[in-house]
């Protein structure tokens, strides 16, 4: 289950950019199509490196319930670590080099881990240093990815161009999972991330293709880089719609940190899945993910991205209740989690389309990456925060106490969304639109 803030898809108004089909629209740019290819090799290599990470730590290291959270932990340090300095460093660099760098930091990461496998020399905190490198990498790919597509597609098919991201995403999801479970009985786990580097080292010769619009370098010294920072966090607070989005996704991932870090144990140990069903597992909810992703445009321009945002994440605990269930009822632990899995599938792709744009049309332009940043070192960070904790309360008590913890952190956001005066809009006041 993967949980937290988007920007993804449009209200179908005039400064939007009217009306249906903006989705086909973005696909006839063959710089779009490139970036969207290269997004598809990005989003098999994450999906087979998601699936084999925890079946190497918990299957062939065996791993303690506390060190596959530290993993989980290391997965997800990146923002917290560099989030600040990198969107200040993504707006002086050119967009495009820095997707190339880290697509390249990607597939040395990957390939580090068969290798040290086949010399023998595998070791857990390999595991944590390999998370960690792809963890700040993903730091830098997010942020340059945020900011160049306004340069490719423009701000008002930000949200087309996210859609379809989107559906193409939870597509492979529904394959590359199971596809990487199948292959378990005789390919080891750590031999498959032979196959992410190969499918990073692709995603390069595609973005080399890519050649944005203004996509340009700006220099400047140390204490510019501390102003630049600062512009950035203030950019972000004095905006109601950023507040709201950063600080209701920022709970909801410290509940699902502590979901994502401990269901892999409770499911592959505790229940003996075998590695093929607990990748099945993940491509039940990727199917839900794709059928969110072709309604969710639609249910956006009926209902308003503002109010579809308030259901959607208050509906996100509720999809969650399938994995602590699994604990109280073991015989169907399953059928539970198939569930949960299915139903958040669902909420999140739903809740990201619904605030698909909305960062992008209240931010400045010149602020895009150091906005992007902000928002990521607030959300993104409070998930390793949630898998520690997670990890601490599974070895203290049991992986269901954990489980249960983090649906209960899940539910918090609605308080927030039902104290929030934004309660009132059902869309974007044209006012709050920023060039």
Excluded at 122 to 133: G, H, I, K, R
Excluded at 196 to 215: E, I
Excluded at 235 to 242: F, Q
């Amino acid at each position: 289950m993967v949980t937290g803030t988007g920007e993804r898809s449009r209200a179908g108004s005039v400064r939007d950019g009217g009306g249906g089909g903006g989705e086909a629209e973005v696909l006839r740019d063959p710089r779009f199509r490139r970036l969207w290819a290269a997004n598809g090799m990005r989003d098999s290599a994450a999906e087979v490196a998601g699936f084999s990470l925890p079946v190497t730590a918990v299957v062939v290291l065996h791993a303690t319930a506390l060190e596959a959270a530290l993993v989980a932990v290391f997965a997800r340090l990146g923002y917290l670590l560099v989030g600040l300095p990198a969107g200040a460093w993504v707006d002086r660099w050119r967009k495009r080099t820095v997707l190339l760098a880290a697509d390249a930091a990607y597939a040395s990461a990957f390939a580090s881990v068969p290798v040290a496998y086949a010399l023998g020399v595998l070791t857990v905190p390999q595991l944590f240093a390999v998370a960690l490198a792809v963890s700040v990498a993903g730091v830098f790919f997010d942020v340059a990815h945020t900011s160049v597509l306004p340069l490719l597609v423009s701000k008002r098919r930000v949200a087309d161009a996210n859609a379809r991201l989107q559906t193409s995403e939870n597509a492979i999801r529904t394959v590359s999972p199971t596809a990487a479970g199948v292959l378990t009985p005789t390919v080891p786990a750590p031999l498959l991330y032979g196959l992410a580097a190969v499918l990073h080292l692709l995603s390069c010769l595609l973005v080399r293709g890519v050649r944005p619009d203004a996509d340009i370098a700006v220099f400047g010294g140390p204490r510019r880089l501390r102003h630049e920072i600062a512009e950035g966090v203030r950019v972000t607070a004095r905006r109601p719609v950023l507040r709201l989005l950063i600080s209701q996704a920022a709970l909801n991932n410290l509940g699902a940190g502590a979901i994502l870090a401990v269901l892999p144990v409770f499911l592959l140990r505790d229940l003996g899945l075998a590695p093929w069903l607990y990748g099945a597992l993940s491509t039940a909810g990727a199917v839900a993910g794709v059928l969110s992703s072709l309604v969710g445009p639609r249910l956006r321009r009926r209902f308003g991205e503002i109010r579809m945002v308030f259901v959607f994440s208050a509906l996100a605990p509720v999809a969650a209740l399938g994995a602590p269930l699994a604990g109280l009822l073991p015989g169907a632990a399953v059928p539970l989690v198939a569930t949960a899995q299915v139903l958040i599938g669902f909420v999140v792709v739903g809740r990201t389309i619904a605030a698909a744009g909305l960062r992008a049309r209240v931010t400045p332009t010149r602020y895009l990456g150091r906005v992007a940043a902000a928002a990521g070192v607030v959300t993104q960070g409070t998930t390793p925060l949630g898998a520690l904790l997670g990890g601490l309360l599974a070895a203290s008590w049991s992986p269901p106490t954990a489980l249960w913890a983090g649906v209960a952190l899940m539910a918090v956001p609605a308080v927030l969304l039902a104290r929030s005066p934004l309660r009132g809009y059902r869309t974007l006041p044209a006012a709050w639109e920023e060039d």
